[in-house]
């Protein structure tokens, strides 16, 4: 399995406080992805990096921020949480010469 | 643009059935990859198989088959007498070697329910 572990598992959260959520890899890929999961959506991209320090929007950006400091960090911000938020978020990581990511436990997030 | 489409929202069988999963997808690159991938009722996004747009061959492993079809742009996924541990979401996926970023696009998934 890939060494790829997402904090918390599960959170709820009430309505304008900010969250962050953490993604820690330990096989020093390059690619790491945020993505969120909603029903009849399937996965869609928030934001990803391609180094540190190196990241980019994806297509459901809006109300997200992303930092990578070190290469074993990606983390994911909601600055001020809304109902819309309520996802369950999976991070993805992927090595220079793969093709195909692999997958986080996901995290369960709550806006109440 | 790039756009995976799975058509199946949910399939229901019974137990030694054989399925096959439906994935289309669209792109102007000539290069990419496609992928499956299986989500079971613990929630895990667990990988299946890649494909490259050059290489064709269906491809078998063993009660899971792949069928790629440039030429009707789909790439489906036979299970093969069906199993109750089959019962997944299965979603495919498409990335273009642009750049390098190689950033999956995901299909909606296919619920799969397998029924002894």
């Known amino acids: 399995d890939a060494g790829i572990t997402q904090s918390p598992r599960h959170k709820v959260t009430e309505t304008g406080t900010p969250v962050t959520l953490r993604c820690h890899q330990t096989?020093?890929?390059?690619?790491m992805y945020w993505y969120r999961q909603d029903p009849g959506h399937g996965l869609r991209l928030i934001h990803y990096?391609?180094?540190?320090?190196?990241?980019d929007k994806g297509e459901v950006s809006d109300g997200y921020s992303v930092s990578r400091s070190k290469t074993e960090d990606f983390l994911l911000t909601l600055e001020s949480a809304t109902s819309s938020q309520t996802s369950v978020y999976f991070c993805a990581i992927r090595g220079l010469m793969n093709t195909e990511a692999f997958f986080g436990q996901g995290t369960r997030l709550t806006v109440v | 643009a790039q756009k995976v489409t799975q058509a199946q929202t949910e399939i229901s069988v019974v137990e030694k059935e054989d399925v096959t999963l439906d994935c289309v997808y669209e792109?102007?690159?000539?290069?990419?990859?496609l992928f499956w991938y299986k989500q079971p009722p613990s929630g895990e996004l667990v990988f299946l198989i890649r494909r490259n747009s050059f290489d064709e061959q269906n491809e078998i492993s063993g009660r899971y088959s792949w069928n790629f079809q440039k030429s009707t742009s789909s790439f489906n996924f036979t299970i093969t007498a069906s199993q109750v541990v089959d019962s997944a979401v299965y979603f495919c996926a498409l990335s273009l070697s642009s750049g390098g970023s190689y950033i999956p696009t995901f299909g909606r998934g296919t619920s799969l329910i397998v029924h002894p």
């Open positions: 990096s391609y180094g540190v320090k190196d990241t």
């Open positions: 792109t102007r690159d000539t290069t990419y990859y």
């Open positions: 096989e020093n890929h390059r690619y």
